[in-house]
């Protein structure tokens, strides 16, 4: 039963050792990995452009250099229209305002009768054993 065990152990570590080896060899070969990938997909261009802006070579004129093709474009300038310049489209004196006001408040003789009002507690007392030497040994 304990050779048992000592095998199992044996293979784990070996089995781990070999995995790990494995995965850094993978790392290794897989650092150019990602541009392969994105350069031979069809969002690798974008892709590229977004992450590695040093590495391409791509003029503004349009024309393809390198992994991308961009034009460039122009909005025509915006033209300032007759109701633009009409005031009383924009006249504050159209909101009103109302400020709030409140009744002032009173107070009314139901509020000052104490009889209609019980205390939130009641008064505490001293009892003997709060005050007990045997109860506190002190």
Avoid: C
């Avoid at 000592?6 to 995965?23: D, G, M, P, T, Y």
């Avoid at 060899?25 to 392969?36: D, K, M, N, P």
């Amino acid at each position: 039963m304990k050779t048992k065990n000592n095998v199992q152990k044996a293979v784990l570590r070996s089995a781990a050792v070999i995995v790990s080896l494995v995965l850094v060899s993978y790392t290794v070969s897989a650092q150019g990995f990602w541009e392969r990938l994105l350069s031979n997909s069809s969002f690798g261009d974008i892709a590229l452009a977004m992450t590695e802006t040093g590495k391409m070579n791509v003029e503004a004129t349009g024309t393809n250099t390198g992994n991308a093709q961009f034009a460039t474009e122009a909005e025509q300038a915006l033209q300032l229209e007759g109701w633009m310049m009409d005031y009383s489209k924009f006249n504050t004196a159209a909101f009103h305002i109302e400020t709030a006001s409140d009744a002032e408040l009173t107070i009314e003789p139901w509020m000052m009768d104490e009889s209609l009002f019980e205390p939130a507690e009641k008064a505490l007392e001293l009892e003997d054993w709060m005050v007990s030497d045997a109860m506190w040994n002190i």
